[in-house]
């Protein structure tokens, strides 16, 4: 109250200040989700997706057919739960499966099949992500010319694929008990961003670096290792995830089933933590990155040789070292009693748009491979850009719709994404986030690119138009709304 102003009027200014605080905590009661230290409950499982006869390979333009199985490709399921009492809280079942993607449809029909055997859980609350190995069975029909016979087809392998997940998926929630959560982190140089740019301007995945026009490489790189573990109540570590800036593809042009170096990752944590060790393996936003070795190559080569490693073994021994450097903490507190608050929201991305000039490359691009039925993966590729600008010009393009999966538990936080998201975004959800370590899991859908401007303005496969549904706003749309959920999740007086 001043010294001039009625009393009356000094009780109104403090009674519709009283009504706008509680206002305003109404509506963050609304937009914040109750948030209170819960008992854990964890079930995991393991099954194998390993075909038992040859299928076309993902990952390549051209058709590969596998000729051997150089490693199982399997699918790890963590099932959390949090309850109060007798009462459950929320949530999760996560899903990590060696495949190239999550092909649309795929997690619709696990949905269907699980939810008349788990009525008691939410199916929504279920994600699948991929590993990105690009030796694993092709799953959409149409895309490579292949043989009549002696090859499962891929409608066969995603009816195989679907009915294994779901065993898995329904195991792992039937089997939760109590347990604890720990996290970590920890250090590896695994992905390389694989764009090089030259003084021109332009970029190129692979482009050579030792040419006197090479300028640099276009992005940063994320060397990071993000790891949760997961004990039962006897504090038996049961399973772990490891969330990496880079996909699992060493071994991406080769012609056997491999889930590349997740193999002899799980085989090195098994030999010492237990044969049933459930093994996550999560891709970061890496759209632009690769273990493929970018420069300083014959120096990388001689070390790995005079210490008698395959190079999956060097990128394996490098994860284990760093998950271990991060179980040395984690273990120290692991957390029985956790908050975990699963959100789940579809959101809206604009696709990026088809120019004239694109049209025309592309259309003489399908010309020269059209002769050639190897290529067919590639001339349906291109002809989605044409599609696409004919939509554009009839004003039928639609955005994309995309399930956002944000899950906070305890300190951490999981949000997911269905892109090869360039590295550069999930820097930035990484440092801008409340949450003590941020775990960005791609790949859990169907797996286009999302470039960066910097990206389409070098142009090259992974930022042209053919390679990309959603462009750089988009990305930058998915990054600040995924900020959005996350922050919602860690109320401002913690």
């Given at each position: 109250m001043t010294k001039h102003e009625p009393p009356e009027r000094g009780s109104i200014r403090m009674r519709g200040l009283s009504i706008g605080i509680l206002k305003t905590l109404v509506v963050l009661l609304m937009v914040t989700p109750m948030l209170q230290a819960s008992e854990i409950h964890i079930g995991t499982a393991i099954t194998s997706i390993t075909p038992d006869q040859p299928v076309a390979l993902s990952g390549q333009m051209r058709t590969r057919i596998s000729e051997r199985v150089a490693s199982p490709v399997t699918a790890n399921v963590v099932a959390l739960e949090s309850r109060e009492g007798e009462d459950s809280l929320d949530a999760a079942i996560m899903v990590a499966c060696d495949l190239v993607a999550i092909r649309v449809g795929i997690l619709d029909k696990v949905r269907e099949r699980i939810q008349p055997r788990l009525p008691d859980f939410d199916s929504s609350k279920l994600f699948l992500s991929a590993t990105h190995t690009h030796t694993a069975p092709v799953m959409t029909e149409g895309l490579y010319e292949l043989p009549a016979e002696g090859v499962m087809l891929p409608d066969a392998y995603v009816e195989f694929l679907v009915d294994r997940v779901t065993e898995a998926v329904v195991e792992a929630w039937n089997s939760r008990k109590p347990g604890s959560v720990g996290w970590g982190l920890g250090h590896a140089v695994l992905g390389h961003n694989r764009r090089a740019v030259y003084d021109d301007g332009h970029a190129q995945m692979y482009g050579r670096t030792h040419l006197s026009n090479f300028r640099g490489i276009e992005g940063p790189e994320d060397n990071g290792v993000e790891?949760?573990?997961?004990?039962?109540?006897?504090?038996?570590?049961?399973?772990?995830?490891?969330?990496?800036?880079?996909?699992?593809?060493?071994?991406?042009?080769?012609?056997?089933?491999?889930?590349?170096?997740?193999?002899?990752?799980?085989?090195?944590?098994?030999?010492?933590?237990?044969?049933?060790?459930?093994?996550?393996?999560?891709?970061?936003?890496?759209?632009?990155?690769?273990?493929?070795?970018?420069?300083?190559?014959?120096?990388?080569?001689?070390?790995?040789?005079?210490?008698?490693?395959?190079?999956?073994?060097?990128?394996?021994?490098?994860?284990?070292?760093?998950?271990?450097?991060?179980?040395?903490?984690?273990?120290?507190?692991?957390?029985?009693?956790?908050?975990?608050?699963?959100?789940?929201?579809?959101?809206?991305?604009?696709?990026?748009?088809?120019?004239?000039?694109?049209?025309?490359?592309?259309?003489?691009?399908?010309?020269?491979?059209?002769?050639?039925?190897?290529?067919?993966?590639?001339?349906?590729?291109?002809?989605?850009?044409?599609?696409?600008?004919?939509?554009?010009?009839?004003?039928?393009?639609?955005?994309?719709?995309?399930?956002?999966?944000?899950?906070?538990?305890?300190?951490?936080?999981?949000?997911?994404?269905?892109?090869?998201?360039?590295?550069?975004f999930g820097i930035q959800m990484k440092s801008r986030s409340p949450a003590l370590q941020t775990f960005v899991i791609q790949l859990a859908g169907p797996g286009t690119y999302v470039p960066t401007a910097e990206a389409v303005r070098g142009g090259g496969y992974s930022a042209i138009v053919a390679s990309n549904e959603v462009g750089p706003e988009g990305g930058q749309l998915l990054t600040e709304k995924t900020l959005d959920l996350i922050t919602n999740l860690w109320p401002s007086a913690e």
């Open positions: 790891v949760l573990f997961f004990w039962n109540d006897q504090q038996q570590l049961i399973a772990t995830a490891i969330n990496v800036a880079c996909p699992s593809q060493e071994v991406e042009s080769k012609n056997g089933l491999d889930a590349d170096f997740w193999h002899p990752v799980r085989e090195s944590l098994r030999a010492t933590y237990g044969e049933q060790l459930v093994v996550l393996g999560w891709t970061g936003a890496a759209g632009d990155q690769s273990p493929h070795l970018m420069f300083r190559k014959r120096a990388e080569e001689r070390m790995r040789k005079l210490r008698s490693l395959s190079r999956l073994e060097e990128l394996s021994r490098r994860i284990v070292l760093a998950w271990e450097e991060a179980y040395a903490g984690a273990k120290q507190e692991p957390h029985r009693s956790l908050p975990l608050v699963h959100k789940v929201e579809t959101i809206e991305l604009p696709r990026r748009e088809v120019t004239q000039g694109e049209v025309s490359e592309t259309t003489i691009e399908i010309e020269n491979y059209s002769q050639d039925p190897t290529y067919r993966r590639r001339v349906i590729w291109l002809q989605e850009v044409l599609d696409r600008y004919e939509q554009q010009q009839a004003g039928t393009v639609e955005p994309l719709l995309m399930e956002l999966h944000v899950i906070r538990l305890g300190d951490i936080v999981i949000a997911t994404n269905p892109f090869e998201l360039f590295t550069e």
